[in-house]
C-alpha cells in the first residue's frame, strides 16, 4: 500500500518548544544519539543499516591549536535563566556557560554519546559508600566562577551547590523542580569542597539524574540577589557570555580560567539566531556556519555542493513516535492481542521507507538510540516477541478474531500543529495502515496545547482508543520505562497496571551495578514486546555537518553540547 510522500520538513519538526532538542539547529549535536544499529539474528528486514558515523566524519588526530573565531546557530532566541526557563534553548545556552556536578562522556564517534557515560563537570570525583543512599561529591579546587561583578572570579564552593539545588526545588517557574524529589531526602555540605546528597533508596540511575542537563546547571549564590540570572550568566563553564542581541546573533568569548588547563580552543563563538532550516543550510553551504544539522532530505545536495564537509550519521533522541493504547476501564486494548495485532499492522518499514529511503532502525520501549541499554526489535534477544514488530496483517486479523475483536470500532487520536508536517503523514499513513485489519477507526485531531499535553490531555492519559505521539527524549532508559510503564507514574500514558511490571521497574531504578542494570533493564523490553503495552515506532538517520577546517569535534546527545562538544572544538584553517 502507497502511505503518502514526505515533504520537506519544518522549522522544530518532531518537537514541541518545551521538548525540542535542537533539530535544525547549528548545535546539531544536541539534537540526537547514536550510531548504525546491529541487526542481529539473521532477520531479513525492510529498512537500511546506517553508514557508520566515523566513514566520513573523522579527520586524523593532530595536536589542537588555540584561537579563531567560529560560528553556528540557534533557531531562536534563548532566555538567559536555566532555572526559571526549562525551554531547550535556555538549557543549551546554559550548556556554553554553566557547570554540572557531572556531565556525559563525548566522542568523534556517535556511539560514544549513545551510552551516556558519566564523567566529571564540576565534581573531580564521587563516590557512593555502603548501602547506596548517599552521593558525596568532591569537588575541582580550581574551579571558578566568570570574572564578572558581583562574583568576580571567586572559587565554586559546596554552599554555591547547595543554593543551586534548593533554587531548583522551590522555583515557581521551574516546570521541573520535582525532577530530584522521589530520590533525594536532602543535602549536607560538611566543607566547601563536599557535597552530600542523602537519598530516600538506592538509586542507580543516581548520576544520570545530576548529569542531565535539564536540570542541575550550577549558579553563584550572589544570583539571589547581587545580579539577575534572567538578564546576564555568570557560571564556571567554558565560555562567558558577552553579548546578546534578541533575534540577531549571540557572543560566546572562551573562559580562560576554565578549569580544564587550555580548553576551549576556540577564541570566540557567535551564535546567529536563524530561525528557518533553509537559512541554516544555506550558510552552511556558503561556508559561513562551521557546524550545522542537515536534514535528511537535504543531505546528498549539501554534500555535493560542499564536497570537502564531513557529516556525522546518527539516529536522533528526538523522534521517538510510538502507539499508546488506552488500557482503563473496560477499553477493548486491555486484551493483550488487540495491542499486538495493531502493532503488526503498523508497517514501521514502510515509513522507513517513506521519509529515510529505508534507512534506520526500530524501536523498542527504549529507543534505539540509547546504544547498550536498548534491545533491537530485529535481533535475536527479542526472542518470540520480535513478530509482533513485524507487518503481518493476516495473523493480526486471526488475533482480533480469536480475541472477539473483528472490526472494532476505536478513536486513533493525534495532535497536528505541534510536530510538523512528517508527524502529521506518519500519523495518516499509521491510521491507514489499521484500516487493513478490518478495524475501524474514527481520526480525531487535536490542538496540542488545549487537548493533548494539557494537564487534562490525551498525553497524560484522558482518552479513549489510540493515540499517535511523540516521546520525550530523556537521557536514561529508567526514566523510560518509570514514565511510560509503571502504575505510580502520571506520564503512564495507557494506564499500565502490571505489578509484576512494576517490580521488575522498581529493582531495575535501584540496582548499581550498571552491568547487571543493562540486563534487568533489556529483560524489560523484552516483556514489554511480549506484551505490547505500547507499539514504538521507528528513527530515521539525521546528520550534523562538520566544515572541512574545524577539528576535535565531539558528538554530544544532550542540551550539554556547550561543554560536551564545542570545548573540544578547534580550527585548522591552513
Known amino acids: 500500500m502507497h502511505y503518502g510522500r514526505t515533504t520537506r520538513s519544518e522549522p522544530g519538526l518532531f518537537l514541541s518548544r518545551r521538548r525540542a532538542m535542537g533539530l535544525g539547529v547549528g548545535l546539531a549535536g544536541a539534537a540526537a544519539v547514536t550510531a548504525a544499529c546491529g541487526r542481529g539474528g539473521g532477520r531479513e528486514t525492510g529498512a537500511k543499516a546506517i553508514p557508520s558515523a566515523t566513514q566520513a566524519a573523522q579527520v586524523a588526530p593532530d595536536a589542537p591549536r588555540p584561537g579563531g573565531q567560529a560560528r553556528t546557530r540557534f533557531n531562536g532566541t534563548p532566555p538567559l535563566d536555566p532555572i526559571a526557563n526549562t525551554t531547550f534553548r535556555a538549557q543549551t545556552l546554559a550548556g556554553f556557560t554553566y557547570s554540572r556536578l557531572v556531565k556525559f562522556k563525548t566522542g568523534a564517534?556517535?556511539?560514544?554519546?549513545?551510552?551516556?557515560?558519566?564523567?566529571?563537570?564540576?565534581?573531580?570525583?564521587?563516590?557512593?559508600?555502603?548501602?547506596?543512599?548517599?552521593?558525596?561529591?568532591?569537588?575541582?579546587?580550581?574551579?571558578?566562577?566568570?570574572?564578572?561583578?558581583?562574583?568576580?572570579?571567586?572559587?565554586?564552593?559546596?554552599?554555591?551547590?547547595?543554593?543551586?539545588?534548593?533554587?531548583?526545588?522551590?522555583?515557581?517557574?521551574?516546570?521541573?523542580?520535582?525532577?530530584?524529589d522521589t530520590v533525594v531526602q536532602g543535602i549536607e555540605t560538611p566543607d566547601a569542597n563536599t557535597v552530600v546528597f542523602k537519598l530516600k533508596a538506592p538509586y542507580g540511575p543516581i548520576l544520570n539524574l545530576f548529569a542531565n542537563p535539564q536540570y542541575l546547571w550550577i549558579l553563584p549564590r550572589e544570583s539571589a540577589g547581587g545580579f539577575d540570572p534572567a538578564k546576564d550568566q555568570i557560571g564556571s563553564g567554558p565560555w562567558v557570555l558577552e553579548s546578546l542581541q534578541p533575534d540577531i546573533e549571540i557572543k560566546l568569548r572562551a573562559n580562560r580560567k576554565y578549569f580544564l588547563e587550555g580548553k576551549p580552543y576556540v577564541d570566540q563563538w557567535?551564535?546567529?539566531?536563524?530561525?528557518?532550516?533553509?537559512?541554516?543550510?544555506?550558510?552552511?553551504?556558503?561556508?559561513?556556519?562551521?557546524?550545522?544539522?542537515?536534514?535528511?532530505?537535504?543531505?546528498?545536495?549539501v554534500a555535493q555542493s560542499n564536497p570537502r564537509a564531513r557529516f556525522l550519521s546518527y539516529l536522533p533522541a528526538n523522534s521517538i513516535p510510538f502507539?499508546?493504547?488506552?488500557?482503563?476501564?473496560?477499553?477493548?486494548?486491555?486484551?493483550?492481542?488487540?495491542?499486538?495485532?495493531?502493532?503488526?499492522?503498523?508497517?514501521?518499514?514502510?515509513?522507513?521507507?517513506?521519509?529515510?529511503?529505508?534507512?534506520?532502525?526500530?524501536?523498542?520501549?527504549?529507543p534505539a538510540h540509547m546504544g547498550k541499554w536498548w534491545l533491537d526489535p530485529k535481533g535475536s534477544e527479542i526472542g518470540e516477541a520480535g513478530k509482533y514488530f513485524q507487518r503481518n496483517i493476516r495473523d493480526a486479523k486471526a488475533m482480533l478474531e480469536a480475541a472477539g475483536l473483528a472490526g472494532l470500532p476505536f478513536k486513533f487520536i493525534y495532535t497536528n500543529n505541534a510536530y510538523g508536517e512528517r508527524f502529521n503523514q506518519w500519523a495518516e499513513a499509521t491510521a491507514a495502515m489499521l484500516k487493513d485489519l478490518g478495524v475501524r477507526p474514527t481520526i480525531v485531531v487535536q490542538d496540542y496545547q488545549r487537548e493533548y499535553i494539557s494537564a487534562n490531555g490525551t498525553f497524560f492519559g484522558n482518552f479513549e482508543g489510540v493515540f499517535f505521539g511523540l516521546q520525550t527524549p530523556f537521557t536514561d532508559p529508567h526514566d523510560f520505562l518509570f514514565n511510560m510503564a509503571h502504575s505510580a507514574s502520571r506520564r503512564n500514558h495507557g494506564g499500565i497496571a502490571d505489578p509484576q511490571l512494576d517490580q521488575m521497574i522498581e529493582k531495575e531504578g535501584a540496582t548499581l551495578d550498571e552491568a547487571t542494570r543493562v540486563k534487568l533493564v533489556r529483560e524489560i523490553q523484552r516483556y514489554m514486546a511480549e506484551k505490547m503495552y505500547y507499539a514504538p515506532g521507528f528513527v530515521g538517520p539525521a546528520y550534523t555537518g562538520v566544515q572541512p577546517w574545524v577539528r576535535g569535534f565531539k558528538w554530544s546527545a544532550t542540551y550539554g553540547v556547550g561543554t560536551e562538544s564545542y570545548a573540544e572544538v578547534w580550527l585548522d584553517r591552513g
Do not use: C
Open 323 to 366: 502507539l499508546a493504547f488506552q488500557t482503563r476501564g473496560n477499553s477493548p486494548f486491555k486484551d493483550e492481542r488487540a495491542r499486538r495485532a495493531f502493532s503488526m499492522a503498523f508497517d514501521r518499514d514502510s515509513l522507513l521507507q517513506l521519509s529515510y529511503d529505508g534507512q534506520g532502525a526500530y524501536h523498542n520501549i527504549v
Open 109 to 180: 564517534d556517535p556511539a560514544v554519546a549513545a551510552n551516556y557515560e558519566v564523567v566529571p563537570d564540576l565534581a573531580a570525583s564521587w563516590e557512593l559508600p555502603g548501602d547506596g543512599t548517599q552521593v558525596i561529591f568532591k569537588l575541582r579546587a580550581n574551579a571558578v566562577f566568570h570574572d564578572k561583578a558581583p562574583v568576580n572570579g571567586r572559587k565554586v564552593d559546596a554552599e554555591d551547590i547547595r543554593f543551586t539545588f534548593e533554587r531548583f526545588r522551590t522555583e515557581p517557574k521551574n516546570s521541573n523542580k520535582a525532577a530530584f
Open 270 to 301: 557567535t551564535i546567529a539566531i536563524l530561525p528557518d532550516n533553509l537559512q541554516g543550510k544555506a550558510q552552511f553551504q556558503a561556508e559561513r556556519l562551521d557546524i550545522e544539522a542537515i536534514q535528511f532530505e537535504d543531505k546528498a545536495e
